[in-house]
């Protein structure tokens, strides 16, 4: 019993660091049908962003805040000035997913030319908390309990509010959404600047969590939040969150019962089965056929 409260503590631990950038990922895509894969590169900037602040003497959560915020307004950047005149000019999807991919190295090759190759630390310490045998420093809760708020504030997001409504429809439908008198632009705005707000977040968790970090961290993350995506149901928010706690608890179980070293292989080992019975994920239909518009 205490080997399968561990598991499941640390399982909700890691879905809650995956679920942020994958839910932020995958809603983006869902609303633009771009897949924007300088995600990463991204989130390795917030992870600096939040490195200086530390440096600053700020106090951490206004530091994951100013994160987020950093996150949010690239986001829009790489959207208004590189994603739409690609749109405009009736760029493929494979074409944009090329661009998005320049982008996250441009990205990357310049936070190691101003930092430099050497590898960054955080030097976080937070009182740990014992409970039905198992210790979680407090900083561990924390993040699980802002993931937790995130995913909530997702859902009421989506489901009970106007703006909400005009992104799930303008993900099913933008033409007919146009029709209906909604800014199609707007709304993708609007999912591009939520995107990256929780990319920020999520960034900036996983630095404190690793603890070191590199020009690459984002990147070598950016894989495993993908897989979660898949696994949902790429484009799904829900399912994102179900993918990231597949992977959580696969990961921690491997890395619990066989080794730390096979949890992600694993994990994608699992990513594989599943799309073996179920290609368009566990969530959706997923439609190859989409297209970008304005």
């Not at 019993?1 to 995958?26: D, K, P, R, W, Y």
Request: net charge positive; with cysteine; hydrophobic share 55%.
């Amino acid at each position: 019993m205490q080997v399968v409260v561990t598991i499941f503590a640390f399982g909700i631990l890691t879905a809650a660091l995956l679920s942020i950038g994958a839910v932020g990922f995958t809603l983006q895509f869902g609303v633009t049908n771009v897949m924007n894969l300088a995600f990463g590169a991204l989130m390795t900037s917030a992870i600096f962003i939040l490195y200086e602040t530390q440096r600053a003497h700020i106090p951490l959560w206004i530091g994951v805040a100013l994160a987020a915020v950093w996150g949010s307004l690239i986001s829009l950047v790489l959207s208004v000035g590189l994603i739409n005149p690609f749109v405009r000019r009736g760029t493929s999807l494979f074409s944009m997913a090329i661009v998005t991919v320049a982008a996250g190295l441009i990205i990357e090759f310049s936070l190691e030319a101003i930092q430099g190759p050497q590898i960054l630390g955080f030097s976080t310490q937070t009182p740990e908390v014992g409970f039905l045998g198992i210790v979680m420093s407090e900083l561990q809760l924390e993040i699980i309990g802002l993931a937790v708020f995130l995913m909530v504030a997702i859902h009421v997001g989506l489901r009970y509010t106007r703006l909400g409504l005009k992104m799930r429809a303008t993900a099913a439908d933008a033409a007919l959404t146009r029709s209906c008198g909604v800014s199609a632009k707007k709304v993708r705005l609007v999912a591009w600047a939520v995107s990256g707000a929780l990319c920020g977040i999520g960034g900036a968790l996983i630095g404190l969590t690793v603890g070191s970090f590199n020009s690459t961290t984002g990147n070598e993350f950016f894989i495993i939040l993908v897989a979660a995506a898949i696994i949902g149901g790429v484009g799904q928010p829900y399912g994102a969150m179900l993918g990231a706690l597949v992977i959580g608890m696969v990961s921690e179980s491997a890395a619990y019962l066989v080794s730390p070293a096979y949890n992600y292989i694993i994990a994608f080992g699992v990513l594989i089965v599943v799309l073996l019975f179920r290609p368009q994920g566990l969530f959706a239909e997923y439609s190859s056929g989409r297209t970008l518009t304005q």
